[in-house]
């Protein structure tokens, strides 16, 4: 019975041993053969990933071999197309060069007779002269130099006396009724002047606006730029935004459209391209309503609406500081009033006038100045001949040919000298009065120049040994001319030339 009970609990204990020894090794199978089919998977999904990239690669190799072979064929065919240009080409040059050496022959042919010619021609004009020179006891040299000499000397002082004449009538008929003129139609204009810059600020209502305007990666203000074709400018300076833009009317574009995207508040590519096709056209009539504006307040009619849109766009343009629109309806008015004192054709000195700068108005990629674009555009639309003739004349660029276009230039002068219409920077200022410095000191004779009144007057002192009194005459004019030709500047300069004779002696 003891043996029994020890019995008992020894087999219990070894069967629980036999039972966690068992479960054990089922444990261990099951894992090893998880094991298995987890290697089973990864090695047929690595199989398969190598093939899907063997897959791909032979895809990329035939796209790529398609490709290069497509790359060939156009290439042969551009090759191709090339040699037949070629041997065109080659053709045309054996035809000019076969037509290039009959005339050749033809030439050297004429060549010969006139060689024949020309000796033949020599010795009558040498026995001519020996016959001549035998009869009048001079030979040809001395002739020619006494009768020149002569001829010059007496046409010298007839022309210079002439001249001195006509000059002194001319003064003192002249200058009077001019200065009356140019003052009473100077004191009946009263035009404001506008001056612009190649900025523009907008306000904002607040600092954080500007992160707004920038937006997410900077993606509304590279759009707001790409559309308008500005450089919006995002600083320190509180509560305000730069646009800068050599070109006004992008300027005013970019402008509004920023403005009206603020009061909206909704910022973003979408709206922006909207905004900026709306304010365009908006731009592009007030453009038109511009010009048409300066068209109805001068009283000219028939203009052409091209013409009308080009005088729009001058609103948004500036010369030297000044509004050019408004210069040109200022010049208009002028000569309207110099062509009803002198009794020229108001009308076309009007329209000539208002036009002058029109040429500034068209966009155009040409190396032309603004006279000879205003010019084409003028005569393509049909204008007056002598409206064309004002507009490529007022900076003396061609011959004036009728009174209008004297009148032209005229007013454009009076409109750009006058008291505050146009500023100038001083480096401007400075560099203009050293020209007409230098340009009176580079003629002989001269030993000192002084430009004086805002460089309005040039003065200059002369040698009194190698300038005499009438040539003094020819010198002022002579400097005149090239500052006309070499200079441009606004109204008129006047040239001064002072010679003066001193004799000094000693008495001992």
């Not at 987890?38 to 790529?64: M, S």
């Not at 033949?120 to 009048?136: A, N, T, V």
């Amino acid at each position: 019975m003891a043996i029994y009970f020890i019995a008992l609990p020894l087999a219990g204990i070894f069967l629980g041993w036999m039972i966690r020894w068992l479960y054990a090794r089922f444990q261990l199978t099951s894992a090893e053969q998880k094991a298995t089919r987890i290697t089973q998977d990864a090695i047929k999904q690595a199989e398969a990933q190598r093939k899907e990239i063997l897959l791909e690669a032979k895809d990329q190799l035939i796209r790529e071999r398609n490709q290069q072979e497509r790359d060939t064929r156009e290439r042969r065919a551009e090759i191709q197309r090339y040699e037949r240009r070629l041997i065109q080409k080659e053709e045309n040059l054996d035809k000019k060069i076969e037509g290039i050496e009959k005339q050749e022959r033809t030439l050297d042919d004429r060549l010969k007779n006139i060689s024949q010619k020309e000796s033949f021609l020599e010795g009558q004009e040498e026995r001519y002269r020996q016959e001549l020179e035998r009869i009048s006891g001079l030979t040809v040299e001395e002739a020619k130099k006494l009768i020149i000499h002569g001829l010059e000397s007496e046409a010298r002082h007839d022309a210079q006396s002439l001249l001195n004449k006509i000059e002194l009538e001319a003064q003192t008929t002249a200058e009077k009724r001019m200065r009356e003129i140019l003052v009473y139609t100077m004191q009946r204009l009263a035009a404001d002047v506008t001056a612009e810059s190649t900025v523009s600020s907008v306000s904002l209502p607040g600092d954080e606006m500007k992160g707004r305007i920038i937006g997410r990666e900077g993606r509304n203000i590279r759009s707001l730029e790409t559309l308008t074709g500005v450089d919006v400018i995002i600083d320190d300076t509180p509560e305000a935004v730069v646009i800068s833009c050599f070109n006004p009317v992008r300027r005013e574009i970019a402008k509004v459209s920023l403005e009206r995207l603020i009061a909206d508040g909704r910022i973003h590519p979408a709206r922006i391209e909207e905004i900026v096709q709306k304010v365009s056209k908006e731009i592009s009539q007030k453009i038109y309503d511009e010009g048409e504006k300066v068209v109805f307040d001068l009283g000219l009619h028939n203009m052409n609406p091209e013409l009308i849109r080009a005088l729009g766009r001058l609103h948004y343009r500036t010369s030297y500081g000044q509004n050019v629109l408004a210069h040109s309806k200022e010049v208009a008015v002028i000569a309207g009033m110099l062509a009803a004192e002198v009794g020229a054709n108001r009308e076309l000195a009007k329209r000539g006038a208002l036009l002058h700068d029109i040429g500034k108005g068209i966009e155009s990629d040409s190396d032309q100045n603004h006279a000879e674009i205003g010019m084409d555009l003028a005569r393509k639309l049909g204008e007056d001949p002598r409206v064309i003739n004002a507009i490529g004349s007022h900076h003396a660029d061609i011959e004036p040919i009728c009174i209008e276009s004297v009148i032209c230039q005229i007013a454009d002068a009076i409109s750009a000298a006058r008291p505050g219409a146009r500023r100038e920077t001083i480096d401007n200022y400075v560099k203009r009065l050293e020209n007409l410095e230098n340009i009176a000191e580079s003629f002989t004779g001269v030993d000192k120049a002084f430009a004086i009144q805002a460089g309005r007057e040039l003065r200059i002192i002369v040698n009194n040994e190698k300038v005499t009194d009438d040539s003094a005459k020819e010198l002022c004019k002579s400097i005149a001319k090239k500052i006309e030709t070499d200079m441009r500047y606004p109204g008129r300069i006047k040239v001064t030339i002072i010679r003066e004779t001193r004799i000094v002696e000693y008495a001992r």
